[in-house]
Nanobody, 124 residues
Framework: QVQLVESGGGLVQAGESLRLSCAAS????????AAWFRQAPGKEREFVAG????????YYANSVKGRFTISRDNAKNTVYLQMDSLKPEDTAVYYC?????????????????WGQGTQVTVSS
């Protein structure tokens, strides 16, 4: 299995930036897709961004398109989420997820490994 640990969350003001990191360990060689999800209080967990390698591709939720960028560093077994122009509605717990399958999916059930989440709070 793959263990995922998110970091980089915090409290920022609207318009500021934040970069989240997802460090993977364990059976990382079996992972071909990673994604970021977020969950606000009382809301369902929603897809934010995904990345696939071999070949490389990315996909973003419309709500964050143009503001967020997902990337990876295989040498460090880390996936990043660069969040720019943050808005109060971005406030949520952000989760990193990984899947063995080499296709992107916005469905939480597609992913078999999850981190514990990191809180992102954007004040107005």
């Amino acid at each position: 299995q793959v263990q995922l640990v998110e970091s980089g969350g915090g409290l920022v003001q609207a318009g500021e930036s934040l970069r989240l990191s997802c460090a993977a360990s364990g059976q990382t060689f079996s992972t071909s897709t990673a994604a970021w999800f977020r969950q606000a209080p009382g809301k369902e967990r929603e897809f934010v961004a995904g990345i696939k390698w071999s070949p490389s591709s990315t996909y973003y939720a419309n709500s964050v398109k143009g503001r967020f960028t997902i990337s990876r560093d295989n040498a460090k077994n880390t996936v990043y989420l660069q969040m720019d122009s943050l808005k109060p509605e971005d406030t949520a717990v952000y989760y990193c997820a990984a899947a063995t399958s080499g296709r992107l999916s916005t469905d939480t059930t597609w992913y078999d490994s999850w981190g514990q989440g990191t809180q992102v709070t954007v004040s107005s």
